[in-house]
């Protein structure tokens, strides 16, 4: 494996799993004293894992194929829905 491989992958991991656990726990504990950041930083990386979990439902359940659209479509949903969550309850 060469170092650029390695790089993107890093990348994509970061943007694809940490992205939206991030946002979906700044909504759950939108303070920034709720949690300090190595508890905030373990519940983004399972919090992460939801898209994942969202578009296998949705493949068994009503046989939404995966692909490349689909994948990105539910990754970017559940970072806009963290994000709106976090300022609604920003605002509360």
Known sequence: MDLVTIFIVTIAIILFIVIPGFFL?????????????????????ILG???VFLL???DKNFSIPITDY???????????IGYAGWKYRLKK
């Open 49 to 51: 894992l939801t898209p």
């Open 70 to 80: 689909t994948t990105l479509a539910t990754f970017l949903l559940v970072s806009l």
């Open 25 to 45: 726990s700044m909504a759950i504990f939108p303070k920034k004293e709720d949690l300090d950041p190595v508890e905030r930083a373990g519940l983004s990386m």
């Open 56 to 58: 296998y439902f949705g």
